[in-house]
């Protein structure tokens, strides 16, 4: 495996396996990109404009990227502002690794502006923000699963009880006070209120101020599709208001006014969304005591929460 961790010999290797994923092109520069935890990144000038090379540090499946092009893909068919793809590697042979080249978008992650802004731009942004995930959640799927149909379920709750059993089975014995064996039949339970007749609804999946690009002021784009889904529409309320209205209660009004213009909102959508903080929570747990455990217990403590309130 050729190393990209040396600064220089690094960016002639992330050159090479650009001109080899697109042959022909004209490279005037290569910098590293300080972002994301689950890849590494490059921008490059070239004679196309500026390209953003990707590739996966945790998930090396192929397969995960070809979900990610294809989840992007179908949103941009709703309307929604996406990055555009260059080319696609299964394996580069430089890098020894997926590789994903890709338009770079001129803008900053409204993470990065968040402090800076008044109350009126951060109302503004959330309004915005709903219209945009209303949009989103209305484009409808032909089941539910993932956007390829490797894995394919045939009504909402059949995907949700497969989703927690999945969650559940990675999870360890003793990840709540009730243990793993007294969590599942209460979110089973959950799982068994949620109306069967739901529509499979394009979601994100990671839908956090980081992956919400703003240029000018306004939302430019909308990033990392690589966890989307056609699924239940609420789950992607779970990190919504975890990263950003949990801090923020003042904008959640008004992201559900502008979400509910465009795709109203059912009468038990306050349930669905509780069973969702769950489903988020469990994922989370799991997730982080995997790679780094220090930040799991807050969301242990919001499933023991959460079992209090269902129980």
């Known amino acids: 495996m050729r190393t990209v961790t040396g600064e220089t010999g690094g960016l002639d ?6 001109a080899e994923a697109c042959p022909g092109i004209g490279v005037a520069s290569v910098r590293r990109l300080d972002a994301g935890y689950t890849s590494r990144q490059w921008v490059a000038d070239t004679d196309e404009g500026p ?15 070809r979900r990610l092009i294809a989840t992007t ?4 068919e709703g309307g929604i502002p996406v990055v555009r793809f260059r080319a696609f590697l ?7 690794a997926p590789l994903l080249v890709q338009e770079y978008q001129d803008g900053t992650p409204a993470d990065e502006l968040w402090e800076g802004m008044n109350p009126a731009q951060r109302l503004s942004f959330a309004a915005a923000l709903g219209e945009l995930v209303g949009r989103l ?12 149909g490797v894995q ?10 497969a989703l927690v059993d999945a969650r559940l089975a990675e999870a360890p014995e003793d990840i709540t006070s009730a243990g793993r064996d007294g969590l599942a039949p209460a979110l089973h339970r959950a799982v068994d209120t949620v109306p069967p007749n739901g529509v499979p609804a394009l979601t994100h999946g990671d839908l956090w101020r980081q992956n919400v690009v703003l240029r000018d002021g ?15 529409r609420f789950l992607d309320f779970g990190k919504l208001d975890e990263h950003v209205f949990d801090g923020y209660p003042q904008g959640r009004r008004e992201f559900l006014d502008a979400y509910d213009e465009v795709c109203p909102l059912p ?23 995997r790679w780094t455990p220090e930040y799991a217990p807050q969301y242990v403590a919001e499933l023991e929460e959460w079992l209090a309130e269902a129980a």
Do not use: Q
Not at 90 to 96: A, E, K, N, V, Y
Not at 218 to 232: K, P, T, V
């Open 90 to 96: 299964p394996r580069s042979g430089l890098l020894d």
């Open 137 to 148: 959640h209305s484009g409808s799927g032909p089941w539910f699963g993932d956007v390829l």
């Open 267 to 289: 009468d038990d959508w306050e349930a669905r969304v509780r069973l969702a903080h769950a489903v988020h929570a469990l994922s989370m747990a799991v997730y982080f005591l």
């Open 51 to 65: 390209l953003l090379i990707k590739t996966p540090v945790r998930n090396a499946d192929p397969e995960h990227l």
């Open 13 to 18: 290797v992330v050159r090479g396996a650009l």
């Open 218 to 232: 306004r939302i430019a784009c909308l990033l990392d599709f690589e966890h989307g889904l056609y699924a239940d």
């Open 152 to 161: 394919k379920h045939p009504d909402v709750r059949t995907f949700l009880h």
């Open 73 to 76: 893909r179908r949103a941009a």
